[in-house]
């Protein structure tokens, strides 16, 4: 009985010590890279959402789902992440529909593109926040590179020891304590302003058909959506770069008719929405400035308002007290980054560069 005793005593021990290095050893994403920290966000969310967008940095960058509860008492929530895969918006629709019934999903298409994994580092954003699940799991298996193993996701510090000489006060500081969210309902705030000067041509493919395995998700994102009862929406967010192919855009098309889904292109609607890319980019083009997100979301939230029929839930107290909340830390950190970019001329604090160096 004391070798067994003594056993669970010592294996309690090493399991604690795992648990304290991991918790080290994990990227922060505080001072940098702040996308890893995104998906994890969610979960501290205490109510349902009216419309769920899911996808790559064309949804979290810009759209504004603070502008749609001001403008047109919408709830929504962006379940981005940094280059996000299909698969994993899938994984991460099914996981959210264990917590949620939205009455819409919006999806950005421009992740049809990749039909395979790409990078091990943009998997990691998209799925080491994910809360220990059956999704989490099946999006590891469908995510993996090559040389990945599955057991590095669900024990990170097989993964992230090697960090050792990378480590920041941050590191400890956040080992263990919460830290402050980077996103406002899983949009992420850009009060640069850096406008286009030039728009590259569009490289030549020599297929433009979307891959088998890209179909065989966006099929299961509708059918997921269709068995729940939910509206899918397919979007495609209005940025000048990467290019979006009219072949892709007939194809895109061609699949919302045969589905009976509602699909809007932004590109098609630039001059309506008012975006102006002198004023409205922070990346010259790339993806919109807080501005931008702002003149979209307004733009996008009348036609779901009208189109869908969406409840105003402004003069519910009780949402109207949880959105309140989110208005201040919004106003907040526009009010911040602002300040901040008027004085440095980027923002440093949010892992920004002065534009000569990004």
């Known amino acids: 009985m004391k070798k ?3 056993a669970i005593i010592t294996l309690a021990v ?10 080290v050893f994990m990227p922060k994403y505080v001072s940098e890279i702040l996308e890893g920290g995104m998906i994890a966000e969610y979960y501290d969310e205490h109510e349902d959402h009216d419309l769920l967008f ?3 940095c064309e949804v979290y960058e810009n759209f504004s789902p603070i502008t749609l509860w001001e403008n047109y008492g919408i709830t929504s929530y962006i379940r981005g992440s940094a ?4 698969w994993q918006s899938y994984y991460l629709l099914e996981e959210a529909l264990k917590y949620e019934k939205p009455k819409a999903v919006i999806f950005n298409v421009l992740s049809m593109k990749y039909d395979v994994p790409q990078s091990e580092a943009y998997n990691r954003m998209s799925i080491d926040g994910m809360k220990l699940s059956k999704s989490k799991l099946d999006n590891v298996k469908a995510s993996m590179m090559e040389d990945e193993t599955s057991i590095s996701y669900l024990l990170p510090l097989l993964r992230y020891h090697s960090r050792w000489n990378e ?6 500081e956040y080992a263990f304590k919460e830290k402050n969210k980077v996103t406002v309902s899983g949009y992420l705030m850009h009060c640069e302003v850096n406008p286009v000067k030039t728009i590259p041509d569009p490289k030549r493919l020599t297929d433009y058909t ?7 998700y966006l099929d299961m994102i509708t059918k997921i959506c269709k068995d729940n009862d939910i509206e899918l929406i397919l979007i495609k967010a209005p940025t000048l770069n990467p290019p979006w192919y009219d072949e892709w855009e007939s194809q895109i098309e061609e699949y919302a008719a045969k589905n009976g889904l509602r699909y809007y292109n932004f590109l098609e ?3 309506e929405i008012g975006i102006d890319w002198n004023t ?3 990346d010259r083009g790339l993806h919109l400035n807080v501005y931008g997100a702002e003149k979209l979301s307004d733009y996008f939230g009348n036609i779901l308002s009208k189109e869908l029929s969406l409840p105003d839930h402004s003069g519910d107290s009780n949402i109207q007290k949880i959105w309140a909340d989110k208005v201040k830390a919004y106003d907040d950190m526009k009010a911040a980054q602002e300040a901040e970019y008027k004085q440095y001329g980027y923002l440093p604090s949010w892992g920004g560069h002065p534009v000569g160096d990004k």
Do not use: A
């Open 4 to 6: 067994i005793f003594g």
């Open 14 to 23: 090493v399991c604690g010590i795992f648990f304290v290095l991991q918790r």
């Open 54 to 56: 899911i996808g790559d």
């Open 83 to 86: 280059q996000q895969l299909i």
């Open 167 to 172: 480590l920041k006060k941050e590191d400890f």
């Open 210 to 216: 979307f891959g088998e395995n890209s179909y065989k």
């Open 269 to 271: 609607n630039q001059e």
């Open 280 to 282: 409205d980019t922070y």
